[in-house]
């Protein structure tokens, strides 16, 4: 076995596999009884075969031929059954062990932070939960139904073998070491091909979902030659290394039958000298012949598992890297319960940094400032300046790298999910609408929410009059990513989910970029007027949005550059005066 096969064996904690082969003991044990008896059937069939021919036929004695005959239908019959209720037992077992391994993969993404999220890829773990498991599966399927049978078929053939001619079963020294090295080198080789397949497979998911993602873009500026050859790229260089895989899978087959043919024929020309000299009866050669098959099906059976196992133990390292992720947004041990008080809960951060793993740099250093209930603050800066990152500090989509966050006094990191959920209506920056009715869009914080409910938020919202307008109102249907619906509807309906929700803290993350002026304007007075005790935390790229906020919040490069009311910063922070400058230009010429 090759390094890069040993290294993918060693990641895999065996512990933590065999735990999930645990709920499944008993169905693997009555496996196992069939298999065995599916294996002394097997073995039973070549004696009864020499003795039907030696005792029976050649002898001329009808009982003898009555008996062996129906002893091999019986030994037949009971291999059949066996074998299929054993097929049907290893396959049920892989399928659920694979449904449980998407499972927890499936539930392992959603608590992964958003950090993670990015160092893994949306399209690795797509794949890691579909083609991974799959590999796994295919794996656990063929072992559950093959590689326990082949190990005992192939040493109990031998026994048998040993025990019909010991001469003749010298052969088996030369073929089976034979057989062992051409899987060798074929799994050596086939190793690195199948990790290397694993990765250009992600680069194929991620191309293709970008592409399907970014469609209209794609269009709109005649780039399908250009996305249609990227695709190109990345699908030949998987074909070329899955054409080189699939070259060394085809060869294992016709390697292995030729070695089981030349067994044979040496078999044949060895035995038929010790038949001539009456050392060996016509049935027991025949006997010994069937023992060969036997062992030699045995390792062409192991050998199909040898090439697939490279793939499968590579899925299963993937799978497992996954898993043993350590969850940095994690649930507390103890958690503890937001305070009840008369003044309401205060957001405060307090010297708080925040940068992702291998970074060069600090996404934002040293941020300190405090909301309390009731007030609007208001972000505003340059691209990249760590916006964004401020609103999912919050919502605690990931935790600072320093300093800490404070709601009503208590940490963050103190505070079970379910409860912080509870305070924070999150409006991201792309507002994603999943599929379904426009109720069940809005319900999507909220399920017990009354209809008077939904309109009222889409009122707010100013989404009410466009709702009203479909055919099917409430119940209009909304495809996946709100695909139906224009930019700035799909941002008020996402308001309105998350005004659905009745929070404390309201967190619109540049919520209001794709509508008009107009539009905005009634927005804002509308959640002024209607969210007057909640906290709203407002990240705009425009000053009119945030302008009447009690305080804004400048970033420059992930510090802060300066926080007071619009009129303060106006006369202190020359980097708002600027933005404020230029924005008034642009109006000016329009």
């Not at 097997?42 to 003795?51: G, H, I, Q, T």
């Not at 091909?193 to 497979?201: C, K």
């Not at 909304?478 to 404390?504: D, K, M, Y």
Request: glycine share 8%.
């Amino acid at each position: 076995m090759d390094e890069s096969l040993i290294s993918a064996t060693a990641d895999i904690p065996t512990q933590r596999w065999r735990s999930r082969l645990w709920p499944y003991r008993w169905v693997l044990a009555a496996l196992l009884l069939c298999q065995l008896g599916q294996v002394t059937a097997a073995l039973l069939l070549p004696r009864f075969s020499a003795d039907l021919i030696d005792e029976g036929i050649v002898a001329q004695q009808t009982d003898s031929i009555v008996f062996y005959g129906s002893a091999m239908g019986v030994a037949a019959l009971v291999q059949l059954v066996l074998s299929a209720i054993a097929v049907f037992l290893g396959a049920s077992m892989a399928f659920h062990i694979a449904r449980d391994l998407r499972a927890d993969v499936f539930a392992k993404v959603h608590n992964l932070s958003l950090a993670q999220v990015q160092s893994f890829s949306v399209g690795s773990l797509i794949t890691r939960c579909t083609n991974d498991v799959l590999q796994v599966q295919t794996m656990l399927t063929m072992t559950l139904t093959m590689i326990v049978i082949a190990p005992i078929m192939a040493v109990g053939g031998a026994v048998m073998a040993v025990r019909q001619d010991l001469q003749l079963s010298l052969i088996l020294l030369v073929i089976v070491p034979l057989l062992a090295l051409i899987l060798g080198v074929l799994t050596y080789l086939a190793t690195p091909l199948f990790q290397q397949m694993q990765r250009q497979l992600d680069g194929v998911n991620a191309i293709l979902r970008e592409q399907i993602t970014g469609i209209r873009v794609i269009r709109a500026f005649l780039q399908e030659p250009r996305e249609a050859k990227r695709f190109r790229v990345a699908n030949i260089d998987l074909t070329d290394t899955a054409t080189r895989a699939g070259r060394l899978g085809a060869m294992t087959m016709p390697s292995l039958t030729a070695m089981m043919q030349l067994g044979s024929v040496a078999l044949i020309w060895f035995g038929s000298d010790r038949v001539l000299s009456s050392d060996l009866l016509v049935g027991g050669l025949i006997a010994f012949m069937s023992y060969m098959a036997l062992i030699l099906i045995s390792v062409m059976m192991m050998g199909m598992l040898m090439v697939m196992l490279p793939r499968a133990l590579v899925s299963a390292r993937r799978i497992d890297t996954l898993l043993r992720t350590p969850v940095t947004v994690a649930s507390p041990v103890e958690p503890m319960p937001l305070p009840v008080s008369p003044e309401g809960l205060t957001l405060r951060f307090e010297n708080v940094g925040f940068g992702y793993p291998g970074a060069e740099s600090m996404v934002l250093e040293n941020i300190s400032f405090e909301v309390a209930q009731g007030e609007v603050l208001g972000i505003i800066g340059a691209t990249g300046s760590g916006k964004t990152t401020i609103v999912n500090l919050i919502a605690r989509l990931d935790d600072p790298s320093t300093g800490r966050i404070t709601l009503g006094g208590i940490d963050l990191r103190d505070l079970t999910s379910e409860a912080l959920a509870k305070q924070i209506g999150y409006v991201p920056q792309k507002a994603y609408l999943f599929s379904g009715s426009v109720a069940q869009t809005l319900r999507l914080g909220d399920p017990s929410a009354s209809e008077t409910a939904l309109w009222q938020a889409l009122e707010t919202a100013q989404a009410a009059d466009f709702i009203r307008a479909l055919p099917k109102g409430l119940q209009a249907p909304v495809a996946q990513g709100g695909v139906n619906f224009s930019g700035g509807q799909c941002q008020r309906l996402a308001i309105a989910r998350a005004l659905v929700c009745q929070p404390t803290i309201f967190l619109f993350d540049d919520s209001f970029s794709a509508l008009d002026q107009t539009t905005d304007a009634r927005l804002r007075t509308a959640l002024r007027n209607n969210t007057e005790n909640t906290t709203r935390v407002i990240v705009s790229q425009r000053v009119a949005s945030i302008r009447d906020a009690d305080r804004i919040l400048v970033l420059s490069r992930g510090r802060i550059a300066g926080l007071g009311s619009h009129d303060e910063l106006m006369r202190h922070c020359t980097i708002y005066a600027d933005i404020v400058a230029s924005q008034d230009n642009m109006r000016g010429v329009a």
